[in-house]
């Protein structure tokens, strides 16, 4: 008899019945399960929880229905749950490991003005004509015009509003890229490897090349073919660097010789730190056999999912015989909000608070790593506004002292070994500085086990 006691709903109460019967192997595959009738006699429930009980058994793979026949049991690959049981348990404890996270890309509850952000989604929310259709497969039109206003000013970009293509995440746009260059096979990510990207183009069948393939040796990727160059000139290495004009000439003049379309990715652009980010590659070209690639998400917040991009009119064409076949993925009221806040100069205003921001977080960890950190560790000033490069004097190699800092609840990304140093990434953008001292008491206690 299932727990009667419990206080979830019937209809749960008889799923957990089943599921823990057929787990548990009292109940074998292909046996059969009382019918519907049957089965809320036997348990004095509804036909109505019977039947929504064995949708949800049958949704996760338990039972199945056999026409005109009634319910009977999968069979269960009873190791494979257990797998991904172990799994699930080892990363919720590595989780609950991390007190001080350096590697998040959260963001800063400090520098981002919620109350702000609300009135402009309750006024598109009072939109109601506008929200009883579904949103433009390519946008909505107002935002695509405030995005081509700003990425022309801001970086250079060559667009209109019509070449501009907007959705959830740049692994959607990328996801739409592939199914319009399917003709282009060769992928070659140059710079700093993006591995949720590389693992788009790898689901669309095309081959990646993806060993962080420096510009000084673009020539070695000749005999690759790439048909496709990757690269985030902005933000060139993990570290943050940014590629300077001789750079993304030498990647433009590359793509030109061998026919390869660049699909340029300028994330980070707004942060940079001690320069001014060079002009896109997409504007240099003229808007010529270029994808730009651009993100609100660590603008803004990491939840707020609008990506968009800039396409070629040569690929623009292409995606318009095929835009039809795509759902927009990005919310309709957050494009809406997100529209008047760029016209309305918050955008901007925001970019410059938080770079602000960062910068100030850095100064105040990077001051008290002078006045406690040992000889044999510095902290040095990265490209890249919100971070930090750790350098280490000793024989481990940075994933060793990774793990070390894990042990202490630290995470920190490795990065390699450098002249007998290695080398980690610290990202302050999303840490609570409340935190610091518990955090730098940490570090030093680990650096004393190195």
């Avoid at 000439?249 to 590359?254: A, N, Q, W």
Wanted: aromatic share 10%.
């Amino acid at each position: 008899m299932f727990n009667s006691d419990s206080f979830n709903p019937k209809y749960i109460k008889l799923y957990e019945y089943y599921k823990n019967l057929i787990l548990s192997g009292v109940m074998v595959p292909n046996e059969k399960l009382p019918s519907i009738r049957k089965c809320s006699e036997n348990f004095s429930l509804s036909r109505t929880t019977v039947e929504t009980a064995y949708d949800l058994l049958s949704a996760e793979g338990y039972i199945i229905s056999k026409a005109q026949s009634g319910f009977y049991v999968c069979d269960v690959d009873l190791r494979g749950l257990k797998k991904v049981e172990i799994v699930d348990n080892k990363l919720k404890n590595e989780k609950e490991k991390i007190k001080f996270d350096f590697v998040s890309s959260s963001a800063d509850k400090l520098v981002f003005n919620f109350s702000v952000w609300r009135k402009y989604v309750k006024s598109a929310l009072r939109q109601d004509e506008r929200l009883l259709y579904y949103g433009e497969p390519q946008g909505e039109s107002d935002l695509r015009e405030a995005i081509c206003n700003y990425v022309n000013k801001e970086r250079g970009v060559v667009s209109t509003p019509s070449q501009i293509v907007i959705a959830a995440g740049t692994q959607n746009l990328i996801g739409i890229l592939c199914a319009i260059t399917k003709e282009r096979k060769n992928v070659a990510f140059v710079g700093s490897d993006f591995r949720q990207g590389r693992a788009v183009f790898e689901d669309y069948g095309k081959t990646v090349s993806f060993n962080e393939t420096p510009v000084e040796q673009l020539e070695s990727l000749k005999d690759f073919s790439p048909s496709i160059i990757y690269t985030s000139p902005s933000h060139i290495n993990k570290d943050g660097g940014v590629l300077q004009l001789s750079g993304r000439m030498s990647i433009l003049s590359f793509a030109l010789e061998n026919q390869s379309l660049i699909i340029e990715d300028d994330y980070d652009s707004e942060f940079r730190y001690y320069s001014k980010s060079a002009l896109s590659l997409q504007g240099l070209s003229g808007g010529q056999n270029t994808v730009y690639i651009g993100t609100f998400s660590k603008l803004l917040l990491p939840s707020i999912r609008i990506s968009f991009m800039v396409l070629p009119f040569d690929l623009l064409e292409e995606y318009e015989k095929r835009k039809s076949l795509y759902n927009q993925t990005a919310s309709k009221v957050e494009q809406i909000a997100l529209c008047q806040y760029i016209r309305d100069g918050h955008l901007s205003s925001q970019i410059r608070k938080q770079r602000k921001h960062y910068i100030s977080k850095r100064r105040e960890i990077l001051k008290r790593a002078d006045k406690v950190l040992p000889e044999s560790c510095s902290f040095e000033e990265c490209e890249a506004c919100y971070q930090i490069k750790i350098k280490i004097s000793t024989s481990k190699t940075a994933e060793e002292i990774s793990s070390l800092f894990l042990e202490n609840s630290v995470k920190l990304e490795p990065l390699g070994e450098e002249n007998g140093q290695a080398v980690l990434l610290m990202s302050v953008a999303g840490f609570n500085m409340e935190m610091l001292e518990e955090a730098f008491s940490a570090i030093i206690e680990t650096i004393k086990m190195i």
